[in-house]
């Protein structure tokens, strides 16, 4: 046999969490630097110089890829996933233990096979018999819906281009196993390896997949990084199971935005649409409360008003805590320090503890002024009026500075009744339109102040 064709077979240490590959056990991966994630497995090598390869064409000649999108029926994926699943496309769904994964694929499964279209649900975790059972209960059985429970990536490959669905869904990518690799279902390997094979399948056959997978503890998907980097499109599955609203977020998405999101309300029937989300948000907010203000977010291209919440309560203890729920931590300290130097308030001796009402999670700029009014409303025991909102970005310096956006932020505090709007200076001067609503610019924290309470 020639060497150059030899198959060799060799063990190594690979990290469960990284994809660091070893030629010996450590105890630390080298890699992320988690302890003792270095497991031993069987690679095998194959060293071949021969193949063929396709030959470039000029771009312009290049096949289109302005093909039609499949509408899910269900608005709210439709808008993470840009307006519909990609032909060829592979979309990996991710989220802790029970957030509703499973449920959400058997109503967007339910709604494709509704338009005469056959779809393939393959599962590796549960018996035909449980999934029946469950999409009895959400009124997800469809004529073109059809079940498999395997693992072998070969046989699901062969069963879908035999079947020629159109949209093949597995659940999940952590239970299938490549009949060649000798590691357990759910290591690197494996993961790796049955991901970039479903990934041929779809783009050579122009088959979408949508691949569900686990998360670790740290909220990030189990499995190599390279995962994500694989597949087309990344969506999270996030919300707090004691609260009913579920959060589907795009990480990554090749054919559109990255920044829309998606809720959800988590009922007897399933999971349901929430078209209109500020009004869920802020239905039980208290009125004229001190610590309470209402900040208008925008996810993407959809604004969404949620209520802020802060408490400042004095503290016998050494060092006063800073605790902060759907909201950056570090940026909640850094604002204190901000509000004391620039805004003149004593939160030295405080605990400070802050929440974003409805399990929402707010990243952007134009929380701070949100953040600010509410802890000097809980510190000074004043009340913002229950008809006014917020929002800027506040700066080092006290400086109330300019976001983005401001236009649809306006109109949805209209369209909900709110009379004032308290935002950045740079953005009423560079409003072009009258609103229907009182505006109140503010350039600094003692114009804030003033005001948020008058």
């Given at each position: 046999?020639?060497?150059?064709n030899k198959k060799q077979r060799r063990p190594v240490y690979l990290c469960q969490q990284c994809g660091h590959q070893s030629g010996k056990w450590l105890g630390r991966c080298p890699g992320c630097g988690e302890w003792e994630s270095l497991?031993?497995?069987?690679?095998?090598?194959?060293?071949?110089?021969?193949?063929?390869?396709?030959?470039?064409?000029?771009?312009?000649?290049?096949?289109?890829?302005?093909?039609?999108?499949?509408?899910?029926?269900?608005?709210?994926?439709?808008?993470?996933?840009?307006?519909?699943?990609?032909?060829?496309?592979?979309?990996?769904?991710?989220?802790?233990?029970?957030?509703?994964?499973?449920?959400?694929?058997?109503?967007?499964?339910?709604?494709?096979?509704?338009?005469?279209?056959?779809?393939?649900?393959?599962?590796?975790?549960?018996?035909?018999?449980?999934?029946?059972?469950?999409?009895?209960?959400?009124?997800?059985?469809?004529?073109?819906?059809?079940?498999?429970?395997?693992?072998?990536?070969?046989?699901?490959?062969?069963?879908?281009?035999?079947?020629?669905?159109?949209?093949?869904?597995?659940?999940?990518?952590?239970?299938?196993?490549?009949?060649?690799?000798?590691?357990?279902?759910?290591?690197?390997?494996?993961?790796?390896?049955?991901?970039?094979?479903?990934?041929?399948?779809?783009?050579?056959?122009?088959?979408?997949?949508?691949?569900?997978?686990?998360?670790?503890?740290?909220?990030?998907?189990?499995?190599?990084?390279?995962?994500?980097?694989?597949?087309?499109?990344?969506?999270?599955?996030?919300?707090?199971?004691?609260?009913?609203?579920?959060?589907?977020?795009?990480?990554?998405?090749?054919?559109?935005?990255?920044?829309?999101?998606?809720?959800?309300?988590?009922?007897?029937?399933?999971?349901?649409?929430?078209?209109?989300?500020?009004?869920?948000?802020?239905?039980?907010?208290?009125?004229?409360?001190?610590?309470?203000?209402?900040?208008?977010?925008?996810?993407?291209?959809?604004?969404?008003?949620?209520?802020?919440?802060?408490?400042?309560?004095?503290?016998?203890?050494?060092?006063?805590?800073?605790?902060?729920?759907?909201?950056?931590?570090?940026?909640?300290?850094?604002?204190?320090?901000?509000?004391?130097?620039?805004?003149?308030?004593?939160?030295?001796?405080?605990?400070?503890?802050?929440?974003?009402?409805?399990?929402?999670?707010?990243?952007?700029?134009?929380?701070?002024?949100?953040?600010?009014?509410?802890?000097?409303?809980?510190?000074?025991?004043?009340?913002?009026?229950?008809?006014?909102?917020?929002?800027?970005?506040?700066?080092?310096?006290?400086?109330?500075?300019?976001?983005?956006?401001?236009?649809?932020?306006?109109?949805?505090?209209?369209?909900?009744?709110?009379?004032?709007?308290?935002?950045?200076?740079?953005?009423?001067?560079?409003?072009?339109?009258?609103?229907?609503?009182?505006?109140?610019?503010?350039?600094?924290?003692?114009?804030?102040?003033?005001?948020?309470?008058?």
């Amino acid at each position: 046999m020639n060497s150059t064709n030899k198959k060799q077979r060799r063990p190594v240490y690979l990290c469960q969490q990284c994809g660091h590959q070893s030629g010996k056990w450590l105890g630390r991966c080298p890699g992320c630097g988690e302890w003792e994630s270095l497991v031993e497995e069987i690679v095998d090598i194959h060293h071949s110089t021969k193949g063929t390869f396709l030959q470039p064409v000029p771009l312009a000649l290049a096949p289109d890829g302005d093909e039609e999108r499949i509408g899910t029926g269900i608005e709210e994926l439709d808008r993470v996933l840009g307006g519909g699943i990609v032909p060829g496309s592979v979309v990996l769904i991710g989220g802790e233990p029970g957030i509703g994964k499973s449920t959400l694929l058997l109503h967007l499964l339910a709604a494709i096979a509704s338009q005469n279209r056959k779809v393939l649900y393959v599962s590796g975790e549960e018996s035909a018999r449980q999934i029946k059972m469950r999409a009895r209960r959400l009124d997800a059985i469809r004529a073109d819906e059809f079940l498999a429970t395997e693992n072998e990536v070969a046989h699901i490959i062969a069963m879908t281009c035999a079947m020629r669905p159109s949209l093949l869904a597995v659940d999940s990518i952590q239970t299938l196993v490549c009949g060649e690799l000798a590691s357990s279902p759910g290591s690197v390997s494996q993961v790796r390896e049955s991901a970039y094979r479903l990934l041929g399948m779809a783009k050579k056959e122009n088959i979408p997949v949508i691949l569900v997978g686990h998360v670790t503890k740290d909220g990030a998907i189990a499995g190599p990084k390279v995962l994500e980097h694989m597949v087309d499109t990344v969506l999270y599955f996030e919300g707090d199971r004691s609260h009913a609203f579920r959060i589907l977020r795009t990480v990554k998405n090749r054919f559109g935005s990255t920044n829309e999101i998606g809720v959800f309300e988590m009922k007897e029937e399933g999971l349901v649409q929430v078209s209109n989300p500020s009004e869920i948000f802020l239905a039980e907010r208290p009125l004229n409360e001190p610590g309470s203000v209402v900040l208008p977010s925008v996810e993407g291209t959809r604004p969404i008003l949620v209520e802020v919440q802060a408490l400042v309560s004095p503290t016998n203890l050494g060092t006063a805590r800073r605790t902060a729920i759907g909201a950056d931590q570090q940026r909640l300290s850094l604002l204190c320090a901000v509000l004391e130097k620039k805004g003149g308030l004593d939160l030295y001796g405080h605990d400070i503890f802050l929440n974003i009402a409805g399990g929402m999670r707010i990243d952007e700029p134009a929380l701070d002024l949100g953040v600010i009014s509410a802890l000097a409303s809980s510190l000074l025991e004043k009340p913002i009026s229950s008809t006014t909102v917020v929002c800027g970005e506040v700066g080092l310096a006290g400086e109330v500075r300019a976001i983005g956006h401001v236009d649809v932020r306006i109109r949805e505090a209209q369209r909900l009744g709110f009379t004032r709007f308290v935002l950045p200076a740079g953005n009423k001067e560079r409003l072009t339109w009258k609103p229907d609503i009182e505006l109140v610019g503010v350039a600094n924290l003692q114009q804030v102040l003033q005001g948020i309470f008058r």
